[in-house]
């Protein structure tokens, strides 16, 4: 049976997910957007049909279909989940058939696996992450939930990556490293010791850039309560 997906977002990353739900064969029913700019306009050939608001009337056919929040920033992608859809709606995955995968993972909903991208066994990816294009995450690793693996990422096994945290494009992390809460890694880092919750760290190997604030953390828990 073919499953029936809406996706939410209207930008770049949505390009990928729409085109990830052609290849698995997924019916796309439409494209929500919260951009003004963007309602009635068209992606990949599918109609954004206006914005969270327009769409509550609709709600009990949309409940239907299974949503795929296609935003890559993941505090926006946590916000919309948790209060935007909320318990309205059921999440769909996005696992891409030029995904390897193995079959002794957890996969919770919401996630996205993208194109080349290798999830190897005893794995557990949290809500709403991100594994994207060429990302590779080895054994016994776990991922907390609303965590963007961006493009070319390689994670050696025994890994912790804490909620909300984005491993940059093309960074590497050394076998059995714990990454903290919401933090930063960027592209092309090395990560070779612990990192903390709320910090950005760069170069190889990774060094600490900067502590978040107080007020961009509290940020987080504001808009997720």
């Known amino acids: 049976m073919t499953s029936r997906f809406m996706v939410y977002g209207a930008g770049g990353h949505?390009?990928?997910?729409?085109?990830?739900?052609?290849?698995?064969k997924g019916e796309i029913i439409g494209v929500v957007d919260d951009d003004?700019?963007?309602h009635n306009t068209t992606i990949l050939g599918y109609k954004v049909?206006?914005?969270?608001?327009?769409?509550?009337?609709?709600?009990s056919v949309l409940?239907?279909?299974?949503?795929?929040?296609?935003?890559?920033d993941n505090l926006q992608r946590a916000y919309v989940a948790t209060q935007v859809l909320g318990s309205n709606v059921s999440f769909g995955k996005l696992?891409?058939?030029?995904?390897?995968?193995?079959?002794?993972?957890e996969?919770?909903?919401?996630?996205?696996?993208?194109?080349?991208?290798?999830v190897?066994?005893?794995t557990h990816v949290g809500l709403h992450t991100i594994i994207n294009t060429g990302?590779?995450?080895?054994?016994?690793?776990?991922i907390e939930a609303y965590c963007h693996i961006a493009p070319g990422v390689h994670m050696g096994g025994g890994i912790f990556v804490g909620q909300g945290t984005l491993v940059g494009i093309g960074a590497s992390i050394l076998p059995n490293i714990r990454i903290g809460r919401w933090s930063i890694i960027g592209a092309g880092s090395v990560v070779t010791k612990d990192v903390p919750d709320g910090v950005v760290v760069a170069g190889v190997p990774a060094r600490l850039i900067r502590r978040l604030s107080s007020v961009e953390l509290s940020s987080f828990n504001r808009k997720l309560r």
Do not use: F
Request: hydrophobic share 40%.
């Open 14 to 24: 949505a390009k990928v997910v729409l085109d990830g739900l052609e290849q698995i």
């Open 36 to 38: 003004p700019n963007k």
């Open 49 to 59: 049909i206006g914005d969270s608001k327009k769409i509550k009337d609709k709600m």
């Open 63 to 72: 409940r239907q279909c299974q949503w795929i929040i296609a935003i890559g």
């Open 95 to 105: 696992l891409h058939p030029a995904a390897t995968i193995s079959p002794h993972t």
């Open 107 to 118: 996969i919770e909903p919401g996630v996205q696996i993208m194109a080349g991208a290798v």
């Open 120 to 122: 190897n066994c005893a």
């Open 135 to 142: 990302a590779t995450v080895d054994h016994d690793s776990y």
